[in-house]
């Protein structure tokens, strides 16, 4: 098997990881982050929540079944970098239509593998987000160090204007017939601050016909179309830097039934006098601890 670059990827702290480069060569910065799945690395890659961030797997194995057409959450990798244990160059199912480092490199993205990626996700919890810078071309851990740490932040990011619509669309032809209801039980606008297709899969399977709006759009427009009700989508950046999307929910509560997920919860919560605060690190994955309240005991989804 061929053996990529050498690659070097630096937190803020100072702690360096040194690995192999794959996907495409060049540099890449964002916050780094981790996520716990098993699988899903394509829906990952395409979630433009994911925007603006290196993504580290903990799962060792990444690229097992490879990538194809109908498993993108999106147009197109959203991800800054990808940091994984190993990265798999066969392929084994049916379904695939490329490798994962050929998926990373059309999307001009980053990839490192062979770096502890145990340790990077408990660096991570430790200390909590932070900037990382991961390259191929600078390998002087000091230099990259540096360097990270002049890049911005997450906090007063606004990305949601970076991976929204230009346009608003039906979102039928993105669902598929299976998944589109009868005889529709609501029409509904969903705003894009960086919406995942899976979603409008699901909203189309509970009865809904879907318009998708650009993250900019006012609530004005939305309550001239007499839409049943709207849904705040997830996305990238930091959500008291999202004021349009703050407006947009001020306008239409107590107008129409509005819901959210992810940052269009929080900005329901900014809308509505509360204050959101960056946490010292996500969990991101399929596999979420749930406590029952009633019983104490704790169990793990499984995605």
């Known amino acids: ?47 433009p929540s994911y925007a603006g961030q290196v993504v580290a797997m903990t799962s060792p194995h990444q690229g097992n079944y490879g990538t194809n057409r109908d498993d993108a959450e999106s147009a197109r990798v959203r991800v800054a970098g990808f940091a994984v ?6 392929t084994s199912s049916w379904r695939s239509e490329r490798t994962l480092g050929e998926e990373l490199a059309d999307a001009g993205v980053v990839g490192i593998e062979g770096i502890d990626t145990r340790r990077l996700t408990l660096r991570l919890r430790e200390a909590g987000s932070m900037r990382c810078g991961v390259s191929t071309e600078d390998l002087d851990p000091q230099s990259l160090v540096r360097r990270t ?14 991976v929204t619509v230009a346009e ?68 990238p950046g930091d959500p008291a830097a ?32 509360g204050r959101t605060y960056k946490m010292k690190f996500g969990h991101r994955g399929a596999n979420q601890p749930v406590r029952d309240l009633v019983t104490g005991r704790v169990e793990v989804t499984r995605g």
């Open 1 to 47: 098997m061929p053996v990529g670059p050498a690659a070097l990827l630096a937190l803020e702290d100072g702690t360096v990881f040194r690995g192999r480069g794959f996907g495409a060569t060049g540099e890449a910065f964002g916050e780094a982050v981790f996520n716990t799945a098993m699988s899903g690395y394509q829906e990952v890659l395409t979630d």
């Open 85 to 90: 244990r190993e990265a798999s160059r066969r």
């Open 168 to 235: 608003p669309y039906e979102a039928g032809s993105l669902v598929g017939p299976s998944a589109r209801a009868r005889v529709p039980a609501a029409r509904v606008a969903a705003y894009d601050f960086g919406l995942k297709r899976n979603i409008l899969r699901l909203l189309a399977a509970a009865g809904c016909e879907v318009t998708v709006f650009p993250a900019g759009t006012p609530a004005t427009r939305i309550l001239a179309d007499g839409f049943d009700g709207v849904f705040l989508s997830n996305g």
């Open 242 to 273: 999202t004021t349009y999307g703050v407006a947009a929910a001020t306008g239409l509560l107590g107008k129409v039934p509005v819901f959210g997920i992810c940052l269009g919860h929080q900005l329901l919560g900014l809308a509505l006098d």
């Open 149 to 162: 740490r002049g890049t911005p932040g997450m906090e007063g990011a606004d990305l949601a204007r970076t």
